[in-house]
């Protein structure tokens, strides 16, 4: 199983904009070029195809496609490969928040 981090500012008490919103994501996002945006994540299975709806930026490392969720203000990832721990620091930091597991 994969450890799971969450980008957020829920705990900065100072801050007025705790929540990370889908429009500062889209715009943040955008100027990075190996991210894209995605509204639907399919996993593919050996026997099945699974479909989530969300907001999804695709991190493009490699051959692997590494999901940034914004669910309900923070931003989710998994940490799939060790390339996924400064990437995500570099997020949280432009971000302006925080990296808490879970």
């Known amino acids: ?3 799971r981090f969450r980008i957020t500012r829920s705990m900065q008490e100072n801050n007025e904009e ?4 889908l429009e500062e994501c889209k715009t943040y996002f955008a100027s990075k070029p190996d991210f894209t945006y995605s509204s639907v994540l399919t996993i593919q ?3 099945s195809v699974m479909s ?3 907001d999804f930026f ?3 490392y ?3 496609q590494i999901p940034f969720r914004l669910y309900m203000g923070d931003l989710y990832v998994a940490i799939v490969n ?5 990437q995500m620091i570099e997020v949280a930091t432009d971000l302006r928040a925080d990296v808490v597991e879970g």
Do not use: K, R
């Open 1 to 3: 199983m994969n450890q």
């Open 18 to 21: 705790q929540s990370i919103s």
């Open 45 to 47: 299975g050996p026997e």
């Open 52 to 54: 989530i709806d969300g």
């Open 58 to 60: 695709m991190w493009t």
């Open 62 to 64: 490699e051959n692997l």
């Open 82 to 86: 060790e390339a996924v721990v400064p």
